[in-house]
T-cell receptor
Framework: DTAVSQTPKYLVTQMGNDKSIKCEQNLGHDTMYWYKQDSKKFLKIMFS???????INETVPNRFSPKSPDKAHLNLHINSLELGDSAVYFC???????????FGPGTRLTVL | AQSVTQPDIHITVSEGASLELRCNYSYGATPYLFWYVQSPGQGLQLLLKYFSGDTLVQGIKGFEAEFKRSQSSFNLRKPSVHWSDAAEYFCAVGPTTSGTYKYIFGTGTRLKVLA
């Protein structure tokens, strides 16, 4: 009965590789988000989709590309991974863009 | 610019003692206000939120927070801390009825509880 789930939980990869992180929510929410939490625990929004439409697109490298195949899924694809991409990535969802956000367990990405 | 400040990076309290975590915000209007808790290796769990109405908000796990407009603050309190409360606590402001959709998070306060 997990509300917001992410896979994988851990991801270790080499520089230059391409990887994807998947997120699914079973709350029936319309809005989903990707956040990056750095080593100092600072949490910053990256992207948000509402009804599969991109509504927040922060200043992130264009190596990062979100994809929302349907309202329940928001995946994050990262090309040409760099050392600085190492972080914990959180997915979240909310009923609408101005509602309370509920977070997934996070994906710890380590780039070697 | 919109911002959230959590002045205390670390706080240590003894089990059974009272707790207050500070949060100040800078926002164009009264925002929606949230407190989340992150246990080690876990995601963020919502403790409580303020949208409007009564300025004293009750949350889960015995936490409460008080919104003070004059001080632009939304401090989190608990009368008696349990060892399981050791975690990272984040204050956040969220969008109201207009403007940006973004949540802005504070930098977090790490709580350590002494037995």
């Amino acid at each position: 009965d997990t509300a917001v789930s992410q896979t994988p939980k851990y991801l270790v990869t080499q520089m230059g590789n391409d990887k994807s992180i998947k997120c699914e929510q079973n709350l029936g929410h319309d809005t989903m988000y990707w956040y990056k939490q750095d080593s100092k625990k600072f949490l910053k929004i990256m992207f948000s989709y509402n009804n599969k439409e991109l509504i927040i697109n922060e200043t992130v490298p264009n190596r990062f590309s979100p994809k929302s195949p349907d309202k329940a899924h928001l995946n994050l694809h990262i090309n040409s991974l760099e050392l600085g991409d190492s972080a914990v990535y959180f997915c979240a969802s909310s009923q609408s863009p101005r509602d309370t956000q509920y977070f997934g367990p996070g994906t710890r990405l380590t780039v070697l | 610019a919109q911002s959230v400040t959590q002045p205390d990076i670390h706080i240590t309290v003894s089990e059974g003692a009272s707790l207050e975590l500070r949060c100040n915000y800078s926002y164009g209007a009264t925002p929606y206000l949230f407190w989340y808790v992150q246990s080690p290796g876990q995601g963020l769990q919502l403790l409580l939120k303020y949208f409007s109405g009564d300025t004293l908000v009750q949350g889960i796990k015995g936490f409460e927070a008080e919104f003070k407009r004059s001080q632009s603050s939304f401090n989190l309190r608990k009368p008696s801390v349990h060892w399981s409360d050791a975690a990272e606590y984040f204050c956040a402001v969220g969008p109201t009825t207009s403007g940006t959709y973004k949540y802005i998070f504070g930098t977090g306060t790490r709580l350590k509880v002494l037995a």
